[in-house]
Structures are given as structure tokens and as C-alpha cells.
């Protein structure tokens, strides 16, 4: 199957400091890998398009200095929330697309849970 | 722009009950349309999608017709089960691989 990880599950962190999150494609590669932030109650809201090799495509509204993506690899994309603050707490999930398949399905992560104190 | 527009939660119902949760969409051109589910303290997944219109989904019981002449997407299921109590998203995509849901409807099934 096509299997997405998050690491970590869940993170708590100091107002100011800045925050990790890894994506990884285990079993495929992954040209494309999308990241999207949650909000208790409510539902997925894009933030930004990785693809690998190249700099990611971040939706309107989304501060790309303080998100800020890398997909280094067809394997693995990263979220750095930087200088992160009580408002960037949230539910983050990455989801990819598999390479070898013409098709518009994403597969999921099961998401960071970040909280910011 | 893009969008979908699904029913507002929370639903509960008995086992063996019917569930239809109602999914309308406005998009230009002819999107692909997805369910994906989200078990309790688990990721997103895909239940089911159809790709152009009149396509039928389906996938654990659960089914949903692409409607283009009401721009719809109901997913029903005949008879629940309390495993599957979860939340359900609504999605379209216009062919460049970007999502928009709805905004997710909690379905609790009691025994």
C-alpha cells in the first residue's frame, strides 16, 4: 500500500522557538507532497505544494518565511514552523501523491500535533 | 474559485440505521470527487472517489454518485455499523492535484 509517516506525532514547544515536522513516503516515491494545517472542528485548509528538488508553491496567505518546506528527497518533505507562536498551534498533515500512478488520489499522514506554549 | 459545501454535523445514529451525508461542489471544468474518512486518532483516508460524471464510488458499503446536473456527491451507506463512527470530508480536485474540503461531518453510531 501507500503508506505516508509523520514525525513526531505530536510536539509542545516554547513561544519563539522553531519546530521540525517530517513527511515521509515509505513504500513510494513521491513527486509531490502537500502540507495542510488543521484546526480543531474544522477542516483541512491547503498551505503549500512540495515537490522535489524545487521550491515549494505556498496558497495565498501562508507566510512561506515562517513555514518553511524542503523535499529534498522523493521520500521525505519537512515543515519547519519557525519563531513558532501560540497561534501556529495546530493540527499539520502532509499527503503525497504516488509517482507511478496517473491519478489525482493523495495519501495521508496521520498528522503533528503541535502545540505552542 | 473552487469549493464544497457538506453537511454540518454531528450526526448519530443507531446501528443499522441509513446515513447519507449531503456534498455539493462549485468548480469550473469536471473535478474528481472524493470522500476520505478520519477514524479517531488516525490520518485521513480515501473511502471512495468518482472522476467524471454519472461514476459511482463505492467502498465498504458506503457509496456516492457524481451528479454534475446538481453539482452533488452524497455519500450513503445502508446500514452502519458503530465502527464507523469517524469524520467525513468531502474533496474535490480539478485535475492539478490540489484538494479543497468541506468542511467535515462527525458521524457517531451507537450499539
Known amino acids: 500500500g501507500a503508506v505516508v509517516s509523520q514525525h513526531p506525532s505530536w510536539v509542545i514547544c516554547k513561544s519563539g522557538t522553531s519546530v521540525k515536522i517530517e513527511c515521509r513516503s515509505l513504500?513510494?516515491?513521491?513527486?509531490?507532497m502537500f502540507w495542510y494545517r488543521q484546526f480543531p472542528k474544522q477542516s483541512l485548509m491547503l498551505m503549500a505544494t512540495?515537490?522535489?528538488?524545487?521550491?515549494?508553491?505556498?496558497e495565498q496567505g501562508v507566510e512561506k518565511d515562517k513555514f518553511l518546506i524542503n523535499h529534498a528527497s522523493l521520500t521525505l518533505s519537512t515543515l519547519t514552523v519557525t519563531s513558532a507562536h501560540p497561534e501556529d498551534s495546530s493540527f499539520y498533515i502532509c499527503?503525497?501523491?504516488?509517482?507511478?500512478?496517473?491519478?489525482?488520489?493523495?495519501?495521508f499522514g496521520p498528522g503533528t500535533r503541535l502545540t505552542v506554549l | 474559485g473552487d469549493s464544497v459545501t457538506q453537511m454540518e454535523g454531528p450526526v448519530t445514529l443507531s446501528e443499522e440505521a441509513c446515513l447519507t451525508i449531503?456534498?455539493?461542489?462549485?468548480?469550473?471544468?469536471?473535478?474528481?470527487l472524493f470522500w476520505y474518512v478520519q477514524y479517531p486518532g488516525e490520518g485521513l483516508q480515501l473511502l471512495l472517489k468518482?472522476?467524471?460524471?454519472?461514476d459511482k464510488g463505492s467502498n465498504k458499503g458506503f457509496e456516492a454518485t457524481y451528479r454534475k446536473e446538481t453539482t452533488s456527491f452524497h455519500l450513503e451507506k445502508g446500514s452502519v455499523q458503530v465502527s464507523d463512527s469517524a469524520v467525513y470530508f468531502c474533496?474535490?480536485?480539478?485535475?492539478?492535484?490540489?484538494?479543497?474540503f468541506g468542511a467535515g461531518t462527525t458521524v457517531t453510531v451507537r450499539a
Open positions: 499527503s503525497a501523491t504516488l509517482d507511478r500512478e496517473a491519478t489525482d488520489t493523495q495519501y
Open positions: 513504500d513510494f516515491q513521491a513527486t509531490t
Open positions: 512540495s515537490n522535489e528538488g524545487s521550491k515549494a508553491t505556498y
Open positions: 449531503n456534498c455539493t461542489y462549485t468548480a469550473t471544468g469536471y473535478p474528481s
Open positions: 468518482a472522476t467524471k460524471a454519472d
Open positions: 474533496a474535490l480536485s480539478p485535475n492539478d492535484y490540489k484538494l479543497s
